[in-house]
C-alpha cells in the first residue's frame, strides 16, 4: 500500500515550452501533496506543499507563476514549470501525505526534466 | 527550529564490514525520525522510522537504527555491507514545530569496497 505514481519519469523539451509533471496517489487519498525538486549531488529542497482543492503554499524563492501546482483531486496533483530554461533542468520528486498518517510521506520515483 | 545534520558526507567501507552513518537531529518536540536511501538515478525508498515506540528500529535490508535522546543521534547501521547498499542515504525529521514537513539532512553517499 501507499503507493505514488509520477509520470513522466524522464521529460526533454525545448526551452520556453512548458512541461506538466503528474503525481498520483495509487491506493489511498493525499489529502496533502508535496513538490521537491534535487539537484544533483544534493539533498531534496521542498518547493510547495498542496492541498486538496485549496491553492498551494510555496517556499521562500520559489516562483509561483514559475512553477504552477494543481491538486485538483485526492489522487492527483501536477506540477507545471513554464516557460522553462535550461536552469529549471533537475529532478523533481512529489510526495503524499495521509490524512491519518500526518508525519510520513510517500514519495514517487521521481522525474528528471532536460531543458534544452 | 529542528534540523538535521549527518555528520560524514562520504563513508567507504569493505564489503562485508560493518555499516555506521551518523545522524544528529534538533527538535523542541517529539520528533519522528526517517531513513530513506536513494541509488543512483533512482527514487526514495524508506529503509526505516521512528515514530516514538520502540527506540531500536529494524528496517529492510537488514539495516537498523537506535533513537538516542540524550545524545540527540538516530545513527544508522549494518552488521555486514553487501555491494547493493553502495548509495546515498538521507536522515529525516519531522515534528509538529514544522507542521511535519520533513527537514532533510545533506545525505551521505555509502561507498562499498569489494
Known amino acids: 500500500g501507499a503507493v505514488v505514481s509520477q509520470h513522466p519519469s524522464r521529460v526533454i523539451c525545448k526551452s520556453g515550452t512548458s512541461v506538466k509533471i503528474e503525481c498520483r496517489s495509487l491506493d489511498f487519498q493525499a489529502t496533502t501533496m508535496f513538490w521537491y525538486r534535487q539537484f544533483p549531488k544534493k539533498s531534496l529542497m521542498l518547493m510547495a506543499t498542496?492541498?486538496?482543492?485549496?491553492?498551494?503554499?510555496?517556499e521562500q524563492g520559489v516562483e509561483k507563476d514559475k512553477f504552477l501546482i494543481n491538486h485538483a483531486s485526492l489522487t492527483l496533483s501536477t506540477l507545471t514549470v513554464t516557460s522553462a530554461h535550461p536552469e529549471d533542468s533537475s529532478f523533481y520528486i512529489c510526495?503524499?501525505?495521509?490524512?491519518?498518517?500526518?508525519?510520513?510521506?510517500?514519495f514517487g520515483p521521481g522525474t528528471r526534466l532536460t531543458v534544452l | 527550529a529542528q534540523s538535521v545534520t549527518q555528520l560524514d558526507s562520504h563513508v567507504s567501507v569493505s564489503e562485508g564490514t560493518p555499516v555506521l552513518l551518523r545522524c544528529n537531529y534538533s527538535s523542541s518536540y517529539s520528533p519522528s525520525l526517517f531513513w530513506y536511501v536513494q541509488h543512483p538515478n533512482k527514487g526514495l525508498q524508506l529503509l526505516l522510522k521512528?515514530?516514538?515506540?520502540a527506540t531500536l528500529v529494524k528496517g529492510i535490508n537488514g539495516f537498523e537504527a537506535e533513537f538516542k535522546k540524550s545524545e540527540t543521534s538516530f545513527h544508522l547501521t549494518k552488521p555486514s555491507a553487501h555491494m547493493s547498499d553502495a548509495a546515498e542515504y538521507f536522515c529525516?525529521?519531522?515534528?509538529?514545530?514544522?507542521?511535519?514537513?520533513?527537514?532533510w539532512g545533506a545525505g551521505t553517499k555509502l561507498i562499498i569496497k569489494p
Open positions: 510526495s503524499a501525505r495521509r490524512a491519518e498518517s500526518y508525519n510520513e510521506q510517500f
Open positions: 529525516v525529521v519531522s515534528d509538529v514545530g514544522s507542521n511535519y514537513q520533513l527537514i
Open positions: 498542496s492541498n486538496e482543492g485549496s491553492k498551494a503554499t510555496y
Open positions: 521512528y515514530t516514538s515506540a
